[in-house]
């Protein structure tokens, strides 16, 4: 209870000094000329958005949230009074819903929950909510640490690993590292259409934002007055940016 109390605090105090990795993110985008007034925003895993949320929601055009839980639904109107909030299973609202949005934020929970894990199973359903420009913001574990698996001992359990094994393609799944990462949303992104335009990561604790600016690639090809996609030869080299520490 005492350190719940304490963690909120020290994130009250973050979100007021506007040192919170989320208000990170939201500066470095503002420097990369991104317009967070114009977009609408989806927050795939709503909570109660206490976490980083509020960090962002006055700021976007349009915000809505998605949760599992009927029990966050107060707090999140409460919190969020400008959302339209509703209490659904991302997974398959993500398969059926005919809205896109230009920000697409995916606060995913740290392990295997379910027959889900960390975020992959909402690829490749993402790209079909996706505007043709978009910012994808996703949570993304390289590795863990003692004080971490100490503190959420299900974490990096087999489960997990079995699936970062395969979403990663790596045989060290407990260890992915960076550019290993961005291969994987890169090659994603291609395979759905979409150019990686570039990409940054912030930290957060263990979990790190890892931000995507994609483009649609047949949105590129039509407005230049192309067809066809050509088969190969059409994707720019993301540019890389060092993770941040
Ligand atoms: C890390 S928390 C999100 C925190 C939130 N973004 C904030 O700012 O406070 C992850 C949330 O995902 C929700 N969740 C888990 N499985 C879900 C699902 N299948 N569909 C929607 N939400 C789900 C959990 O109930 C939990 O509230």
Request: with cysteine; hydrophobic share 40%.
């Amino acid at each position: 209870m005492f350190n719940v109390f304490i963690n909120n605090l020290l994130q009250t105090i973050h979100r007021k000094l506007r040192l919170s990795p989320m208000q990170k993110v939201l500066r470095e985008l503002k420097k990369r000329n991104v317009r967070l007034h114009d977009l609408n925003a989806l927050e795939v895993f709503g909570g109660s958005g206490d976490f980083h949320t509020k960090d962002y929601a006055f700021q976007v055009s349009t915000l809505d949230m998605w949760e599992i839980e009927p029990k966050y639904e107060r707090a999140l109107k409460r919190n969020l009074p400008m959302a339209e909030v509703k209490i659904t299973d991302s997974f398959r609202e993500i398969k059926n819903t005919i809205r896109k949005y230009g920000l697409i934020v995916v606060d995913n929970p740290m392990s295997n929950y379910g027959d889900y894990c960390e975020h992959f199973d909402l690829f490749p359903d993402i790209f079909r909510i996706a505007m043709d420009s978009a910012i994808l913001i996703l949570n993304v574990i390289p590795e863990s640490n003692d004080i971490a698996l100490k503190k959420y001992p299900y974490l990096f359990n087999k489960v997990q690993l079995a699936r970062r094994k395969s979403f990663y393609s790596t045989n060290h799944p407990e260890k992915v590292l960076f550019d290993e990462i961005v291969e994987v949303y890169l090659n994603l992104s291609k395979s759905n259409g979409f150019n990686l335009e570039w990409y940054f990561f912030q930290k957060r604790s263990i979990v790190y934002y890892l931000v995507l600016k994609i483009t649609s690639v047949k949105n590129k090809f039509l407005k230049e007055g192309i067809e066809k996609t050509p088969k190969s030869g059409i994707f720019t080299k993301a540019k890389k940016i060092d993770p941040y520490t």
